[in-house]
C-alpha cells in the first residue's frame, strides 16, 4: 500500500497562459510504501485535479495516487 506521496521533480511546468491545456510533461512523485520501499512515478493528467485553464492567478492542484494526495501551485497568466 501507498503511504505518502510527494512531488521530487523541478522541471515541470507551472506557469500557464489563459486557456492554455494541462502540461504534465517532466512532472513526477516520489511514492512511498508501508514497507518503507521508494519509487518514481510519472504524474498523468487523470491525476490532478482543480485545473481551470480559465481562471486567472495563482492555483493549487491536487495529485492524487494510491490514495495519497499532495498538491503544488500553478499560475495562469493573461498572453
Known sequence: ????????STSHKTTYNF?????????????TGDDGTTKTVNVTS????????LELGTQTLTITYGGCTTTFDIEVIEE
Not at 492554455?20 to 510533461?25: I, T
Open 19 to 31: 486557456t492554455e491545456s494541462l502540461n504534465v510533461s517532466g512532472l513526477t512523485i516520489e511514492v
Open 1 to 8: 500500500a501507498v503511504t505518502a506521496i510527494s512531488i521530487n
Open 46 to 53: 487523470s491525476m490532478i485535479s482543480g485545473f481551470n485553464p
